[in-house]
Every structure is written in structure tokens, then in C-alpha cells.
């Protein structure tokens, strides 16, 4: 267990619907980043949030935006879904240079209809 | 741009036997990690190799690192079934966002 936490596990919804998704890094990580991981895409950088700024977008879309709180936790909203949307989303979090080892949280599965 | 791939991206191996996974990456990065994946699981970090000539090993597992051949190898000894994992490999790019850059990932099944 990486003290990572992710809600919810699982979440099934259809298209053009819009959900959110949570993850609270370990206490004493200002960093959250957040990963798609899909079967023909694999594991892909979305954006990275230090201590409540971005500091680095990746591959993400602009239907899906994210923030991060005074509390460090952070959410990840996604819009307009499509059935390509469909994948695990991860988050982890960490220290900047803590060796910027990265520890991931248990996923939320989304499942768009 | 940094790069890393990662091969073989598929390995079936015979438990007892070793092998290797070889990540080689583009261009300069002084940091280089190793992450296991169970199916359906999250990551869990394995190893973080920070300079030329390291080399870690836990259990059956070691990692080392040749920044001048800009790869990365993790060695498998004796393999076993609970070794059966994707293995990712993923370089610190050295730019000012230091993101990790990812390998596509090595899907390991150790058969009896």
C-alpha cells in the first residue's frame, strides 16, 4: 500500500457525461500526477500539479482538466466523455527532489457506455 | 525529446531460467526507474537508479544503469511464477518539467 488513495474504484458512465476523479497523495507529498493507462495506449503522462500549480501537462485533452487543493488532495475532471475515454486512470504522488520517485494510488477503472 | 523503449515488450520464460529486460533511452536523463504492475493493479516502485554505474538488487530482481549507453537492465535470476508482471521502465527527463518519460512496459509470464 502505497498511502496513495483514489476514489471511487470504479465508475461506469455513457457518453458526453462528465465525472470526477479524486486522489489524495501521502501525507508530507506536495506533488500529484495524474496517468491514463488504456490497452493500445499504455501508460500516459496527463499532468502534474505541485503543491496547488501545474507544473507539467502531458497528453491530456482539453475535455479533461484538473486541480489541486489547499488540502493537496487533487481531482481530475473529465467531460464530454467518449468510449475511447474508457481506461485506468492513476495518480501518485511524491516529492520533488525526493529522487522524484513517484508513488502511484490503487486506480479508478472508468467505463464510458 | 526524450525517448525510452523498452524490449522485449512480451517475454515467456521457463521458471529457473534468468533473463533481461533492456530500457534504452534517447537522451540525457540522470535518473532511471523501474515500477512493477500486477494485472489490474497499480504501480509499485522497484528500484530508482540515480547515477552511472548504479546497481540495485532486491531478491531475484537487479537493476543497473550505463548512462554513457543511455540503458538501463533489469536481470532476472532463477525466475519464479510470482515474478509474472509488466515491468516499466521510465527515464527522469532533464528538462525544466521534470516528468517521468515511459517505456511501453515488458509483460513478463514465468511458466512452470
Known amino acids: 500500500d502505497s498511502g496513495v488513495t483514489q476514489t471511487p474504484k470504479h465508475l461506469i458512465t455513457a457518453t458526453g457525461q462528465r465525472v470526477t476523479l479524486r486522489c489524495s497523495p501521502r501525507?508530507?507529498?506536495?506533488?500529484v500526477y495524474w496517468y491514463q493507462q488504456s490497452l493500445d495506449q499504455g501508460l500516459q503522462f496527463l499532468i502534474h500539479?505541485?503543491?496547488?500549480?501545474?507544473?507539467a501537462k502531458g497528453n491530456i485533452l482539453e475535455r479533461f482538466s484538473a486541480q489541486q487543493f489547499p488540502d493537496l488532495h487533487s481531482e481530475l475532471n473529465l467531460s464530454s466523455l467518449e468510449l475511447g475515454d474508457s481506461a485506468l486512470y492513476f495518480c501518485?504522488?511524491?516529492?520533488?527532489?525526493?529522487?522524484?520517485?513517484?508513488?502511484f494510488g490503487p486506480g479508478t477503472r472508468l467505463t464510458v457506455l | 525529446e526524450l525517448k525510452v523503449e523498452q524490449n522485449p515488450l512480451f517475454l515467456s520464460m521457463q521458471e529457473g531460467k534468468n533473463y533481461t529486460i533492456y530500457c534504452n533511452y534517447s537522451?540525457?536523463?540522470?535518473?532511471l526507474y523501474w515500477y512493477r504492475q500486477d494485472p489490474g493493479k497499480s504501480l509499485e516502485s522497484l528500484f530508482v537508479?540515480?547515477?552511472n554505474g548504479a546497481v540495485k538488487q532486491e531478491g531475484r530482481l537487479m537493476a543497473s544503469l550505463d548512462t554513457k549507453a543511455r540503458l538501463s537492465t533489469l536481470h532476472i535470476t532463477a525466475a519464479v511464477h510470482d515474478l509474472s508482471a509488466t515491468y516499466f521502465c521510465a527515464a527522469l527527463y532533464a528538462g525544466n518539467n521534470r516528468k517521468l518519460i515511459w517505456g511501453l512496459g515488458t509483460s513478463l509470464a514465468v511458466n512452470p
Open positions: 501525507s508530507g507529498d506536495l506533488s
Open positions: 501518485a504522488g511524491g516529492l520533488i527532489g525526493s529522487y522524484n520517485e513517484q508513488f
Open positions: 537522451t540525457t536523463s540522470d535518473r
Open positions: 537508479l540515480l547515477s
Open positions: 500539479y505541485y503543491n496547488g500549480e501545474e507544473r
